[in-house]
């Protein structure tokens, strides 16, 4: 298993006027996890847009436990699981300090450029995923 | 069962640069496809909350089959299958003329206005919920 | 000059804390505004796009007069007062019943479709509004 | 003058389908910087509206020069340039490196939690920013 986690500080316009987060901008909040786990994994999505594959969204799902309020400073925890086959699964937890507010996942596929064939995943992330697994599998053994 | 439709443009600021309808745009057609069903049962949502009462989302899943575009009229189906008892269950689909794009469903709960405490479910809700219950029921069994 | 109205319906997520509409909201309201404008104008700006053309903005100004509220359906008035030349200018007001809430304009170019060169700003479109622009000043004269 | 920087990276959210960042959200930046901006100043806007006090924007203008991608890490510079009176105006540029992309302003007033009725800038503040003018006017003699 591959854990990430990135910072994120809730701005002006994703409150709404019950005073906390409107719920669609957590799915937001899920991509900038998303994004920094796989930069931090060595392979922006960035570079793998333009290597010419895309990882469209195919479900993502939300559930909330808390809201959270303007100016805080949430972390987004990402979950990468097990190595993609067809389809990505990433599962996403906000917390606040030690509170978990939300939890979620998204699926994606890999497709070509236009959207509308699907690829294998490319070979450079499936080897920076299974180098990382590696490494968690033996973090994990010796703790 | 209560079904209700109603009409999103697709706007520009809806779009990423996959071309494409954004996934967490599609959480915001939800909202605008509760928003129309409520205010036709008789009972804005505007209404409900200057009454007190809040229906935060407690849960919100969405699953893709098909991309939307830029310009394109797109009809949203909210589906009411069941009267709420403490949560309120909505379905969703977003349609492009003969074809389903998307499917999801939101659950809320029902709260006080500082969203702190869970009440019931307004009795003009519930009775208006009812009362065109009865009319789908009756319509069902007349066609 | 050339005067349309659309109607938007103020939305939840386009809400803030502070219970009225985020001013980032207002551009998207302008957007709106001219996107039907342009349609009605008798060429949708989706067309002009597939055409190869884009009209990216260069300016938007805003200036708020008092606040709009969730739910509320507002009127968003569209002028373009004069012919294109490098440049297009279109004025906006936004109106709740008979108080204007907010103004602006936005300044657009006309480039290729990769956003990098000036071009001219396509015939049809010119053609267009010449006649509207001849319409409404046969329709003042009568008046 | 007081001058800030903050860093925005920008979304997949935030790009539209032209392939760059919609024009919107660029207020969405400017209120980073001026959120950052406060902060650094020693009174944050959360802390400010806490204390009754709202900054509603009364105007906002955009001039873009080069179009901001999707991943970039910008800069957003904002520019306190005077001791607000009733209205709080700031001035902002985004860099990509050494070229600016777009530059802007808002104007503020400071009202009542309401946003009802307008009010005095709070005393805090006025120190704080004084105090910070100081300091930029020592640093530029000396410098």
């Known amino acids: 298993m591959i854990r990430h986690e990135t910072r994120v500080r809730v701005r002006y316009p994703d409150t709404d ?9 957590y799915l937001e909040y899920f991509e900038t ?6 930069r931090d994994l060595g392979l922006a999505y960035a570079t793998i847009e333009a290597g010419g594959i895309l990882l469209p969204v ?13 100016d805080e400073l949430l972390t987004v925890v990402s979950f990468l699981r097990e ?3 067809a389809r990505l699964h990433i599962d996403y937890e906000i917390h606040r300090d030690d509170e978990i507010l939300a ?9 070509t450029a236009d ?18 697994m590696m490494k968690g599998r033996g973090m994990r053994e010796e703790g």
Chains 1, 2, 3, 4 share one sequence.
Not at 33 to 38: H, P, V, W
Not at 58 to 70: F, G, K, N, S, T
């Open 17 to 25: 006027q019950m005073g906390v987060v409107y719920h669609g901008r």
């Open 33 to 38: 996890g998303r994004t920094e786990l796989l």
């Open 58 to 70: 195919l479900e993502a799902h939300l559930v909330m436990r808390r809201p959270a309020r303007y």
């Open 83 to 85: 190595l993609p086959t």
């Open 103 to 111: 939890t979620g996942a998204t699926v994606h596929a890999f497709t």
């Open 115 to 132: 959207g509308m064939r699907p690829v294998r995943p490319p070979r450079a992330f499936m080897e920076l995923m299974e180098r990382e």
